[in-house]
């Protein structure tokens, strides 16, 4: 089940008033996650992590600079 999926499924189940836990996400995973959609043209407001969690800073880290850091100093390689 994709990670969507997984948030999908735990709403259905919170409207039925039951809990569901997944298992946490590594930060690698969350990293590509951010990159990936920032690459499908993905606004940064898709970021599907808690404002102020772990989570949300890597993924919108990786997003504005899914090259690395170095993408972040320089955005277009073609404006020099």
């Known amino acids: 089940m994709s990670f969507h999926g997984q948030?999908?499924?735990a709403r259905r189940?919170?409207?039925e008033?039951?809990?569901v836990s997944f298992p946490?996400?590594?930060?690698?995973a969350v990293v590509d996650e951010?990159?990936?959609?920032?690459y499908r043209g993905d606004p940064i407001t898709a970021?599907?992590?808690?404002?102020?969690s772990r989570e949300n800073a890597v993924w919108k880290k990786a997003w504005?600079?899914?090259?690395?850091d170095?993408?972040?100093?320089?955005?277009?390689?073609?404006?020099?």
């Not at 946490?24 to 690698?28: G, I, M, R, V």
């Open 7 to 9: 948030r999908a499924y």
């Open 47 to 52: 970021n599907p992590y808690p404002d102020g």
């Open 34 to 38: 951010g990159r990936h959609a920032r």
């Open 64 to 68: 504005e600079a899914p090259d690395g």
């Open 70 to 80: 170095e993408a972040k100093a320089d955005p277009d390689p073609r404006s020099t």
């Open 17 to 19: 008033g039951l809990s």
């Open 24 to 28: 946490e996400k590594s930060l690698a």
């Open 13 to 15: 189940c919170a409207d």
